[in-house]
C-alpha cells in the first residue's frame, strides 16, 4: 500500500513538472539561463558541462558532443578559438518560427527555432561559446530548450588545457565529422527531412554554417 502511494505521489510530481514547463513561454523558459548556474558533473578535456538526467553521451571528439536521450539526440559544438579571442558571434534570423538573442551580463548569444517540413522543428541556441542543434516535435520544444540551456549555461573552460588543444591544431572539423540531417536519417524518431522532389536540398539550406569553424 506505501510503495503504490509513493509511486502515486512520484507520478503527480512529474505531470504536474512536465505541465509547468509545457505552460512556460519560451521567452520564459530562455530566462532560465539567467537563473542559478548548475554545478558540472562530466568533465571533458578542455572543459566540464552539467548533463541534465536522461541524457548521455552518444559520442564525442576534442570540441563536439553529441548527446542522447530515448528519442531525441542534442548535437554540441565548442568553439575554442573564439572563446579564446573573446570573438562576438553574428547570427541573423531568417524565416525563423521564433527568434530571440540573450545578453545575460555580458554573455552573449540567441536562440533560433525553424519549422521544417516534416512538421518539427529545428532548435538552434548559442551561448557560452558553444552550440546545440536539436530537432523535435512542437510539444518538446520547452523540455529541449531547458536541455540545452542547461547543458550550456554550465560549461567551464580550462584555459591551460583549451590553449594547448589549439596549440596542437587537433580540433575536429565537425561539419566533415557529421551532418545531423544525415547521420540520424535512419532514426525516424530523432532527425527526419522529407523532400517532396519538386526541390533540391543541399546542406547550406537546412544547416547554418555562421558558427562552425
Known amino acids: 500500500m506505501i510503495k503504490k502511494l509513493l509511486i502515486i505521489c512520484l507520478s503527480i510530481f512529474l505531470i504536474t513538472g512536465c505541465t509547468k514547463l509545457n505552460d512556460m513561454s ?20 578542455g572543459y566540464s558541462l552539467y548533463l541534465p538526467k536522461g541524457l548521455s553521451i ?4 576534442v570540441n563536439y558532443l553529441i548527446l542522447s536521450s530515448d528519442t531525441v539526440n542534442y548535437y554540441l559544438y565548442l568553439d575554442f578559438i573564439n572563446y579564446k579571442v573573446g570573438q562576438k558571434i553574428n547570427h541573423q534570423s531568417d524565416n525563423s ?5 540573450i545578453n545575460n551580463n555580458g554573455f552573449l548569444g540567441y536562440v533560433d527555432i525553424k519549422l521544417w517540413k516534416n512538421n518539427q522543428y529545428l532548435i538552434e541556441i548559442m551561448y557560452n561559446y558553444a552550440k546545440i542543434e536539436v530537432m ?5 520544444i520547452n523540455y529541449a530548450l531547458i536541455n540545452s540551456i542547461n547543458v550550456l549555461k554550465s560549461i567551464r573552460y580550462n584555459d591551460d588545457i583549451v590553449e594547448k588543444i589549439l596549440a596542437s591544431d587537433s580540433l575536429d572539423n565537425t561539419e566533415e565529422i557529421f551532418d545531423i540531417f ?24 537546412i544547416k547554418d554554417t555562421d558558427y562552425i569553424n
Open 182 to 205: 544525415k547521420d540520424v536519417a535512419s532514426n525516424s524518431n530523432t532527425l527526419e527531412y522529407e523532400n517532396d522532389g519538386n526541390e533540391d536540398i543541399t546542406k547550406d539550406d
Open 58 to 61: 552518444l559520442d564525442a571528439g
Open 26 to 45: 519560451y521567452d520564459d523558459v530562455i530566462n532560465e539561463i539567467k537563473v542559478n548556474d548548475v554545478q558540472t558533473n562530466n568533465y571533458r578535456r
Open 97 to 101: 518560427y521564433y527568434f530571440k538573442e
Open 136 to 140: 523535435v516535435d512542437k510539444n518538446a
